[in-house]
């Protein structure tokens, strides 16, 4: 498996709180969140691992100092959306193997990580079904296939709150690589790396959704989501 970080974005929606440093290098329990993560990848034998920077990357280099890792840059990150970050790690994509897409904000516990590892569906998108009332992205699937996506699904639409992160090998990685470049190719600068793979909903092809129901994870948008994730840590 391989595993691609998006590691590029300003973050507005927290920036004040962060003296300038990119939401993915917070603190968490003395450790830069992107750090713990590409850590916890480390340990599970995953060696082939991408970072894609942009907004004072000089905080993430810092924060990852010492560990192995490929690095892109995306000099776009303030006018385009993370397709373009996909975009400037295409070659990292090239390779056919499983790759792991995620959002450098998102915090996961290790139990996390072993449905991740052992998910063997593609595309496959990460959601929490417990996570309805206050959800951000909202999912609607059934039988492990999703139906609709976005935020303007009501609570009673809602399946449960997409995570962050996807998998994706073989023909739907291929399939991945040749809408973001057609993309790239006509200018939709405004998408983000997911609506590649909801568009094949809309397509009629399958998404399955794994539901990670009971385990702890939070991607840091708000105070508020930083404020949860220690007070997790202190458990």
């Known amino acids: ?79 385009a959306n993370s397709i373009s970050s996909v975009w400037f790690a295409r070659d990292f994509l090239a390779t056919g193997e499983k790759v792991l897409i995620m959002n450098g904000d998102v915090f996961f516990d290790d139990s996390v990580m072993t449905e991740i590892l052992a998910e063997d569906r593609s595309p496959t998108m990460l959601s929490d079904s417990t996570r309805i009332e206050d959800a951000d992205y909202r999912f609607q699937w059934q ?43 006509t200018e939709d600068y405004g998408c983000w790396w997911e609506e590649i793979i909801y ?13 990670i129901a009971g385990k702890f994870w939070a991607e840091v948008d708000y105070i508020e989501d930083y404020m949860r994730i220690q007070e997790y840590l202190k458990h």
């Open 1 to 79: 498996m391989r595993v691609l970080i998006m590691a590029a974005g300003v973050g507005s929606r927290i920036s004040r709180h962060l003296h300038g440093q990119p939401k993915c290098c917070v603190d968490v329990a003395g450790t830069p969140l992107i750090r713990r993560t590409v850590e916890q990848f480390i340990r599970k034998g995953i060696s082939q691992i991408a970072v894609v920077t942009g907004y004072q990357e000089k905080f993430v280099i810092n924060a990852l100092e010492g560990l192995p890792y490929a690095r892109y840059f995306n000099p776009f990150y303030r006018i």
């Open 143 to 185: 039988d492990d296939l999703l139906i609709r996506y976005g935020k303007e699904l009501s609570n009673e639409e809602t399946t449960g709150e997409y995570v962050g992160i996807g998998l994706l090998e073989g023909e739907s990685l291929i399939s991945f690589r040749q809408q973001m470049l057609e993309s790239i190719a």
């Open 199 to 211: 568009r094949t909903v809309d397509r009629g092809e399958q998404v399955f959704v794994r539901d």
